[in-house]
């Protein structure tokens, strides 16, 4: 079964504290992974887009990993700003067109 | 700027009313999506459209329908609203699916059924 699994459901860092997330998928015909990063009330704003086994990707404190069964986004030295929903969602299908989404990890950075 | 919006932030509605969720995008992206989130579950495709007047199921398109009469606009519809619809909606476009480019979406539609 095609899922997407996302750990841990929480996680709560000092400020300046790094630390990782995971992504975890099963899917059959990888087209690309995506991470998002949602704020209370709001729809999901677009992180990176990682595409094969070994590539990365940085965006000021984050950096985005990917092997041929998961994923990583490490956070170096968080600030308050980086609280948020950080998402994981695969695209796979001979047509480009399943996509599967994890439950997402929930970050507070406290001051 | 790719910018998506949704017709309602908040919408509180009756057990078996009509509802209509409307979604536009303002880049003339090919592809819109409809999503519920809901806690623990994740985001779950409802149903996808990838050209005016195209449609296919996502993963639980039961008791919705969508409708995609010009290529900024799509709506979601609830034909019977019921109480286990009680969900955050996101709307999603993107240009192309055959590059893998990412999807844009929407600040969401917090829909309650009483």
């Known amino acids: 079964e095609d899922q997407v699994t996302q750990s841990p459901e929480a996680l709560r860092l000092q400020e300046g504290e790094s630390s990782s997330l995971n992504c975890s998928y099963t899917v059959s015909g990888l087209r690309g992974l995506f991470w998002y990063r949602q704020d209370p009330g709001k729809g999901p704003e677009f992180l990176f887009t990682l595409y094969s086994a070994g590539e990365e990707k940085e965006k000021e404190r984050l950096k985005a990993t990917l092997t041929k069964k998961e994923s990583f986004l490490h956070i170096t030295a968080p600030k308050p700003e980086d609280s948020a929903t950080y998402l994981c969602?695969?695209?796979?299908?001979?047509?480009?067109?399943?996509?599967?989404f994890g439950s997402g990890t929930k970050l507070n950075v406290k001051p | 700027d790719v910018k998506v919006t949704q017709s309602s932030r908040y919408l509180v509605k009756r057990t078996g009313e009509k509802v209509f969720l409307e979604c536009v995008q303002d880049?003339?992206?090919?592809?819109m999506f409809w999503y519920r989130q809901d806690p623990g579950l994740g985001l779950r495709l409802i149903y996808f459209s990838y050209d005016v007047k195209m449609k296919e199921k996502g993963d639980i398109p039961e008791g919705y329908s969508v409708s995609r009469e010009k290529k900024e606009r799509f709506s979601l519809i609830l034909e019977s609203a019921s109480t286990n619809q009680t969900s955050m909606y996101l709307c999603a476009s993107c240009r192309t699916l055959r590059t893998g480019e990412t999807q844009y979406f929407g600040p969401g539609t917090r829909l309650l059924v009483l």
């Open positions: 969602a695969v695209q796979a299908g001979r047509n480009f067109n399943k996509f599967y």
């Open positions: 880049m003339d992206h090919e592809n």
